[in-house]
């Protein structure tokens, strides 16, 4: 499980007492999860998530704070970071910076369907409208000169066809990279994934973990969310899916005659993000008890967006 972090309960009690939400009544590692380490905790006030930032330099934390504050005003379903009764946001807890935020209602669903992903495009669009007018920079550290620096690197350590693969789009990424970084830019979340959201049946009750939430071209965010909603088992688009994230999206945020030029290439290049990261994963933490998730299954959905028959909606 991904606690890479343990506490004992003298700490953790010592470190909840300055948000005066009363007694430590229980807490649990969370299993899920393979960046951060996660607990939830149950305080006399109610329930809450407490997480040690694992990853990333601490002068970044900031910047998530002000962002989920944004998105937590705007009305959107998101955490927030708790203050203690002196009005501190960001704490420290084993060396690590750490947060408590509240416990968002739902559960995860694996299977979805066209109305889950409605939900996750109208919700996506909402946060990119949010922020847009008065984006909060930060840089993605995962952004397409990582990618060329990581794949590169990675090349050798595949075989002959994924290297190809590979090779191929960040051929692709270096012509296209100053046609990418020109495209309508927004706060992104840059990992919305079925484990990033929450769900109480088909009624969407929050997005989590911002840790990869950066400024960005809003289309990556799309499809980074498409690449994990809308894929079936062999990695292909299912186009009912696709369409009605899509569809909910654009209704609220029409897409631009740019974005949908680049759709396919940007569908690609989210590809290449999550495989990178998780062959990387995969490499150091190989044998420990850590949640890997599957680089292959990127791999797959990279092959087959070598040709895209789901083109962005996008009227002239
Ligand atoms: N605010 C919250 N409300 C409810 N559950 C939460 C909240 N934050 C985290 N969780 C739970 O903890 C799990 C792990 O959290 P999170 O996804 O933030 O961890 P992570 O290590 O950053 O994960 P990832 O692999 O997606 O990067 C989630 O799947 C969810 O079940
Ligand atoms: N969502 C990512 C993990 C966190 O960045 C993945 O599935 O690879």
């Given amino acids: 499980m991904s606690v890479f972090t343990p506490l004992a309960r003298p700490e953790l009690e010592t470190f909840l007492a300055p948000y005066g939400l009363g007694r430590l009544l229980d807490f649990q590692g969370i299993a899920a999860g393979s960046e951060n380490t996660n607990f939830f905790i149950s305080l006399e006030q109610g329930e809450f998530v407490l997480t040690l930032v694992e990853r990333g330099p601490v002068q970044e934390m900031p910047f998530f704070i002000e962002l989920l504050d944004v998105l937590h005003d705007a009305d959107l379903p998101v955490p927030y970071a708790l203050r203690t009764t002196d009005g501190v946001a960001l704490r420290e807890l084993a060396g690590k910076p750490a947060l408590l935020q509240p416990r968002l209602a ?4 694996k299977d979805a369907n066209a109305q889950h992903c409605a939900q996750v495009g109208e919700l996506l669009a909402h946060l990119h409208l949010a922020t847009q007018a008065n984006m909060i920079k ?8 990582w990618m060329q620096e990581e794949g590169t690197q990675l090349l050798s350590h595949l075989n002959a066809g994924q290297s190809d693969l590979l090779q191929r789009a960040l051929d692709e990424i270096n012509q296209q990279k100053t046609k990418i970084l020109a495209l309508p830019r927004a706060n992104i979340h840059a990992d919305l994934f079925r484990d990033n959201a929450m769900f109480e049946g088909t009624h969407l009750t929050g997005l989590i973990d911002f ?4 400024s960005g071209p809003m289309l990556y965010d799309v499809a980074i969310a498409l690449n994990d909603w809308c894929s079936d088992e062999n990695g292909k688009i299912d186009g009912p899916r696709a369409r009605a994230l899509l569809g909910a ?6 897409f631009t005659a740019a974005e949908a030029e680049l759709w396919p290439t940007m569908l690609r290049v989210a590809c290449v993000r999550f495989w990178l990261s998780r062959l990387i994963a995969a490499e150091s933490f190989a044998g420990q008890d850590v949640l890997i998730h599957d680089p292959m299954e990127f791999e797959l ?5 070598q040709k895209v028959s789901t083109p962005l909606p996008f009227a002239l």
């Fill in 211 to 214: 840790y990869n939430a950066c």
């Fill in 106 to 109: 739902g559960k995860h669903i």
């Fill in 249 to 254: 999206y654009a209704a609220l945020r029409p």
């Fill in 301 to 305: 959905r990279l092959a087959q967006r």
């Fill in 138 to 145: 930060r840089k993605t550290d995962r952004g397409l000169d």
